[in-house]
């Protein structure tokens, strides 16, 4: 991971992210409302996920906590890989800081924009098993059994300027409670920096819980996807 200047490649790529969005509304693969309680405070997490022009994926939610509120929009192509992201922050109707970036073959481009007016820009390197994953959108972690094998990946968070390398297992199948009612998923785990991530999805692959016992968070979803 490196620091960047701006350059006229990366201009261009950003200039592309101001431009219509060139995708229309697909066939929704999931949405809901996850309450998510971390080490006793309680916040929501309102999510679509829908399939798009050219197969691609488009994952688009609001989080609301206290006075915080945070908007994202992540587009992954057919592998799951990002090719897309934009994720806001507002505090008190305030935005306190904004992240854009645009995957492009073997690299992701993020420029980050902050209150206070400071702009930088950041590459990250993109392999076969690269994931964007937030610490603070449980609903992205739909794309970590997307498509992909158990074992290494590469997880990039353009909000903290972060790669770390991580590893996902699958631990088999397992009793879930959802909205009340007890239904079977698949257990996966996924260690990123000492961080484990316990989540389970449905046979369509749609996410129904997830705990991070490190931070003392469990979220779950509100009632059983449709």
């Known amino acids: 991971m490196r620091h960047y200047s701006a350059r006229p490649a990366a201009l261009l790529a950003f200039s592309l992210l101001a431009a219509p969005d060139a995708f229309a509304q697909g066939r929704i693969l999931d949405e809901g409302t ?17 399939r798009v022009e050219n197969g691609f994926i488009r994952a688009t939610a609001t989080v609301v906590s206290g006075s915080q509120r945070v908007t994202s929009t992540l587009t992954v192509d057919t592998l799951g890989m990002p090719t897309q992201y934009d994720v806001v922050v507002t505090d008190r109707g305030a935005r306190s800081l904004s992240v854009k970036a645009l995957g492009g073959g073997a690299r992701l481009i993020a420029k980050t924009n902050n209150q206070g007016g400071d702009e930088a820009m950041r590459e990250y390197p993109l392999t076969g098993q ?63 920096g000492g961080v484990r991530r316990d989540f389970w999805v449905d046979a369509s692959g749609r996410l129904l819980r997830v705990e991070i016992p490190s931070a003392g ?9 449709r």
Not at 34 to 50: H, P
Not at 141 to 162: E, H, N, W
Not at 167 to 173: M, P, V
């Open 34 to 50: 996850f309450s998510v309680t971390r080490a006793g405070v309680s916040q929501t997490e309102n999510f679509r996920i829908a």
């Open 130 to 192: 690269s994931l964007l994953l937030e610490e603070g959108l449980v609903h992205q972690l739909f794309f970590a059994a997307y498509g992909r094998k158990p074992g290494m990946i590469q997880v990039i968070d353009p909000r903290a300027s972060r790669v770390t390398p991580g590893t996902l297992a699958a631990q088999g199948l397992e009793p879930v409670d959802v909205g009340g009612r007890s239904v079977t998923g698949t257990h996966y785990s996924l260690v990123v």
């Open 217 to 225: 968070l469990v979220a779950a979803r509100e009632e059983l996807p």
